[in-house]
T-cell receptor, first 115, second 109 residues
Framework: ETGVTQTPRHLVMGMTNKKSLKCEQH?????MYWYKQSAKKPLELMFV???????ENNSVPSRFSPECPNSSHLFLHLHTLQPEDSALYLC??????????????FGPGTRLTVL | GQNIDQPTEMTATEGAIVQINCTYQ??????LFWYQQHAGEAPTFLSY??LDGLEEKGRFSSFLSRSKGYSYLLLKELQMKDSASYLC??????????WGAGTKLIIKP
């Protein structure tokens, strides 16, 4: 595997379900990100981890719970979601967020539908 | 507040040239990124500009004017595979990326 991978690619869940999204980066990067992408809206940054430590939490509802066990893996645990949470969830990684030329590399995303 | 504006959708003809504009108002400026995103796929990095001027990379070029808060992505010799969304993002003074909503480019034969 190369780059950034995400599983599952598609997920349909009910509002009472609990599920997890997984992201893995094979680039040796130090930082990982979760974004939400809704149609015709800008990417919304949800969480940032740098060297496994959470450095950003952009007022995300507690029904989204991130976990970063190491610099290569990132999870997003989901529970009691709402239909408006349906979106494409993108994971990204980068080498060093403190450097201005730092470039984020994205995974293909998980298309989430909440019924 | 911080804001990135780009057209929602553009249409162009195969073999032609198209310019996708991006204007921004952000808290500070540490560079501007362009990404390409095909439907159902990951955004992929195209270019980064931090100084004024034009940067050319094959068929794609990116221009920046910091005084005008303006950038454009120029695509030459358009191919059908260039049909995608093009995302503009600015790195602000807090090293956070501020994203535009993207421009969907439709290429017609």
């Amino acid at each position: 595997e190369t780059g950034v991978t995400q599983t599952p690619r598609h997920l349909v869940m009910g509002m009472t379900n609990k599920k997890s999204l997984k992201c893995e980066q094979h680039l040796g990067h130090n930082a990982m990100y979760w974004y939400k992408q809704s149609a015709k809206k800008p990417l919304e940054l949800m969480f940032v981890y740098n060297f496994k430590e959470q450095t950003e939490n952009n007022s995300v509802p507690s029904r989204f719970s991130p976990e970063c066990p190491n610099s290569s893996h990132l999870f997003l645990h989901l529970h009691t979601l709402q239909p408006e949470d349906s979106a494409l969830y993108l994971c990204a990684s980068s080498q060093d967020p403190g450097v201005i030329t730092d470039t984020q590399y994205f995974g293909p995303g998980t298309r989430l539908t909440v019924l | 507040g911080q804001n990135i504006d780009q057209p929602t959708e553009m249409t162009a003809t195969e073999g032609a040239i198209v310019q996708i504009n991006c204007t921004y108002q952000t808290s500070g400026f540490n560079g501007l990124f362009w990404y390409q995103q095909h439907a159902g796929e990951a955004p992929t990095f195209l270019s980064y500009n931090v100084l004024d001027g034009l940067e050319e990379k094959g068929r794609f070029s990116s221009f920046l004017s910091r005084s005008k808060g303006y950038s454009y992505l120029l695509l030459k010799e358009l191919q059908m595979k260039d049909s995608a969304s093009y995302l503009c993002a600015v790195l602000d003074s807090n090293y956070q990326l501020i994203w535009g909503a993207g421009t969907k480019l439709i290429i017609k034969p």
